[in-house]
């Protein structure tokens, strides 16, 4: 069975960090572009940041940028996500998803992801 499990998240206070982690089950995620999503409450779901399949080449929304990290280690099968200075809009819901295609593309819509992981909630108190 193909899975992306995540773990990581929890409440913090504003300007804290925490570390997200998705690792692949059942596939090989060296394969697959990878891409970190949140959703709030009442939002639409929302790209963070993407990463190569081999980690070369990572993109991130104008929210992450100086803040946020995408890193992947390929030899353990696992995709981070690094989160630093974080502010209570923040607060969401976070995906990590696979994408099968061969060329890497940054920050695509949601609906080109393959697999996704089973979401982790993010709280960050002020």
């Known amino acids: 069975q193909l899975q992306l499990v995540q773990s990581g998240g929890g409440l913090v206070q504003s300007g804290g960090s925490l570390r997200l982690s998705c690792a692949a089950s059942?596939?090989?995620?060296?394969?697959?572009?990878i891409g970190w999503f949140r959703q709030a409450p009442g939002k639409e779901r929302e790209g963070v940041a993407c990463?190569?399949?081999?980690?070369?080449?990572?993109t991130y929304a104008d929210a992450a940028k100086g803040r946020f990290t995408i890193s992947r280690d390929n030899a353990k099968n696992t995709v981070y996500l690094q989160m630093n200075s974080l502010k209570p809009e923040d607060t969401a819901v976070y995906y990590c998803?696979?994408?099968?295609?061969?060329?890497?593309?940054?920050?695509?819509?949601?609906?080109?992801?393959?697999?996704w992981g089973q979401g982790t909630q993010v709280t960050v108190s002020s």
């Open positions: 998803a696979a994408d099968s295609n061969p060329l890497f593309r940054a920050m695509v819509a949601a609906s080109e992801y393959d697999y």
């Open positions: 059942g596939f090989n995620l060296n394969y697959y572009g």
């Open positions: 990463i190569s399949s081999r980690g070369a080449i990572t």
